[in-house]
């Protein structure tokens, strides 16, 4: 299997704190050692963030839809392949040397083509040896050649692939003769031991390769006539009954592979390809790319085996919030400065939760624990994430730990805290432009209530005179998202970036809409004067209004 990748990863919908500290963090991972670590994104970034990235010229996270297994969380490394073109005898010594269960035959550029495993070649083999008719094997004199370790006497087009007739010389000349007059003799080979009188008729017959067994040579005067006639001559080491058998085995391997297996795809869901393993003779199967190369293998003993995947979550450390599928992986470390709803562990994990207002804030410090330089892109996009986190250092999360963090980092960046600040605010406000549901999906999370599970999206503005207009295409599309996902409701809280004020707009329980006392500007709308803070103002505030509502 390949070496395991650690993926430090943000929450679903993920804003420009989680997308930073999951980049910065995995620098700082890789920094100690751990060059298998990167950062990965479960989500779109925002706008915000994406102007944060390229200003500093950073790489937006690898994007992954889920952590639902996949066949390539599972698969082998570095398969073992066969190319077609490989004498089978030699594919067959590969598959019995290193006990692979089977082996995929490719082409030159590694393109999947068939399987070879015992069945496949004992079932096509029985094909070309038939007792009832004369055996057909596709074969060349390279082939032949390789196959039998013969000695090169004379060759004609030897890569060419014909269609070959084999006959052992063992009778009297006349019967020889009749048996070469049968036979296409442009594809026959013909095997004889050391018979001149064999040798010179044969090649008198026009036939197209004689192979000599024995180690034997053949007399000048018939190297002569098969130059004369373009016939083949080859010197197999082997005795005639041996030479015989080997040669079956000269045919290319892409002759002899099960054409009827298909491979797996590395993007296909485990749970959809187990009776696929479980029906084949070798119990697994080759993997391939999108462009049917042949890059792994996967069995069901692989199947039995943890997935190559870990994971470093930051900036979250509910279920809820995190990836769909993560509870298939193991969970290294949580950073983070939310609630508790962290999943019980089988095993020990560093779990590092602050109550400061931004991750940023205690990634940076972890540089500076560790004593481990920032570069300054780094530096950079920490500063925009506690920035971005902290309404610039005016939310009711921040605390001193986060303005002492954001100084620091402002003076090795040289970038001045509220000029930063404004232009990544301003960044934020093009959410406008953006449709209704996007702005929903850019900063969502839900939040579990009992039995029941509620969701509250956030957004930043300079102007909330934008959104207000769409108040009603707004409270439209909180009421799709509550009634398809069983919500006890949705929510959208729009916060003034310049004026620090919030809107909340929600659709859903009519009785815990009925419990919320902030002033209602229109209907399923309030105004929130000082609420800021989604974690340390809003949640609390809806807690109470929901037990209320009970």
């Known amino acids: 299997m390949n070496q395991k990748k650690i993926y430090v990863m943000g929450h679903r919908n993920p804003d420009t704190d989680s997308v930073v500290s999951a980049i910065a963090y995995a620098e700082l991972k890789k920094n ?100 009832h008719q004369r055996s057909i094997i596709p074969t060349s004199i390279t082939h032949l050649l390789q196959t039998l370790n013969g000695q090169e006497i004379l060759s004609f087009d030897p890569d060419a692939i ?63 006539l098969a130059r004369e006639k373009k016939t083949s001559i080859i010197i197999s080491p082997f005795d005639t009954a041996t030479s015989s058998l080997i040669s079956f085995y000269s045919t290319p391997v892409r002759y002899m592979g099960d054409e009827n297996q298909e491979p797996l795809r ?34 069901q003993g692989d199947l039995m085996e943890d997935p190559n995947i870990e994971v470093i979550l930051v900036d979250h450390n509910e279920l809820s919030q995190a990836a769909e599928g993560i509870e298939h992986y193991k969970i290294l470390e949580i950073i983070d400065h939310h609630r508790l709803g962290n999943p019980p562990t089988a095993y020990p994990i560093t779990f590092i939760n602050r109550p400061v207002g931004s991750t940023s804030t205690i990634i940076a410090s972890l540089y500076t624990d560790f004593k481990i330089p920032l570069r300054r892109e780094i530096a950079s996009i920490l500063l925009a994430g506690i920035l971005s986190d902290t309404l610039i250092l005016r939310s009711a999360t921040t605390t001193d730990i986060d303005r002492d963090m954001a100084r620091y980092l402002s ?46 999206s956030q957004v930043e503005v300079t102007t909330l005179t934008q959104l207000m207009e769409r108040r009603d295409e707004i409270i439209n599309e909180l009421e799709i998202l509550q009634k398809s996902d069983g919500l006890l409701f949705s929510s959208l809280l729009v916060t003034d970036i310049t004026e620090l004020n919030s809107i909340f707009f929600i659709s859903g329980n009519g009785d815990i809409i009925k419990e919320i006392s902030y002033p209602k500007i229109y209907e399923n709308i309030f105004s929130m004067k000082g609420i800021l803070s989604r974690k340390k103002q809003l949640i609390p505030y809806l807690t109470d209004v929901i037990s209320k509502s009970e």
């Open 266 to 299: 590395e993007d296909e869901y485990i749970k959809s390809i187990r009776e696929k393993l479980s029906s084949t003779v070798s119990r697994s199967l080759p993997v391939v790319d999108e462009d049917n190369r042949v890059i792994g293998i996967i069995s």
């Open 32 to 131: 100690q050692g751990a060059e298998n670590c990167c950062p990965v994104r479960v989500g779109k970034i925002n706008p915000q963030t994406d102007y944060i990235l390229k200003r500093f010229k950073i790489d937006k996270p690898d994007f992954i839809s889920d952590l639902i297994p996949r066949v390539r969380n599972y698969m082998s490394s570095i398969p073992v392949t066969v190319n077609e073109l490989t004498p089978l005898w030699q594919a067959l010594e590969l598959l019995n040397r290193d006990s692979h269960k089977m082996l995929p035959v490719v082409d030159s550029q590694d393109k999947f083509i068939s399987l070879l495993h015992y069945n496949a070649f004992a079932e096509n083999m029985l094909k070309k040896i038939d007792p």
């Open 162 to 224: 014909f269609r070959a007739r084999i006959l052992v010389a063992a009778s009297h000349i006349d019967t020889i003769n009749e048996f070469i007059q049968a036979l296409p003799r442009e594809n026959t080979i013909v095997i004889a031991g050391n018979r001149d009188d064999v040798h010179r008729a044969v090649i008198e017959a026009g036939i197209r390769c004689l192979i000599v067994t024995g180690g034997k040579t053949v007399v000048k005067e018939v190297r002569d």
């Open 411 to 456: 003076e090795i960046t040289d970038l001045a805290i509220e000029e930063f600040g404004n232009d990544i605010m301003h960044a934020a406000s093009q959410v406008g432009k953006k449709s209704v549901k996007e702005i929903l999906n850019m900063d969502l999370k839900l939040y579990p209530q009992g039995k029941k599970t509620y969701s509250v």
